[in-house]
């Protein structure tokens, strides 16, 4: 299992960049997804999550009203809207997935955490 992140770059604040992370390889099922970040200097930090089913979601509180996180279960994707960016988000943003994977067959699965590869997100001010 590969999680795939995109999206970020540099932008100005104030400004709406998408990030997007996407899970390939033998998935039965993705629980849940979300994302980290670590700012330069700092350790990481819990961003926001979503449920299997997409109906739930949460946010750490600086980014609430601010971040949206969806996912699209049959692509296997999870993506997330910053908006209002501000310079204190700049960081490597990492996504997560709790997934259950499988060998050979589904009767042979397992369960366990994937990471991204980090993407970077810098906002100027």
């Known amino acids: 299992v590969q999680l795939q992140a995109s999206g970020g770059g540099l932008v100005q604040a104030g400004g709406s960049p998408r990030l997007s992370c996407a899970a390939s390889g033998s998935i039965f099922s993705i629980n849940a997804m979300g994302w980290y970040r670590q700012a330069p200097g700092k350790g990481p930090e819990w961003v926001s999550a979503?449920?299997?089913?997409?109906?739930?979601?949460y946010y750490t509180e600086s980014v609430k009203g601010r971040f949206t996180i969806a996912r699209d279960n049959a692509k296997n994707t999870v993506t997330l809207q910053m908006n209002s960016l501000k310079p204190e988000d700049t960081a490597v943003y990492y996504c997560?997935?709790?997934?259950?994977?499988?060998?050979?067959?589904?009767?042979?699965?397992?369960?366990?955490?994937?990471w991204g590869q980090g993407t970077q997100v810098t906002v100027s001010s």
């Open positions: 997560n997935a709790d997934v259950t994977s499988y060998s050979r067959s589904y009767f042979n699965r397992f369960r366990k955490d994937y």
């Open positions: 979503v449920d299997s089913g997409g109906g739930l979601t």
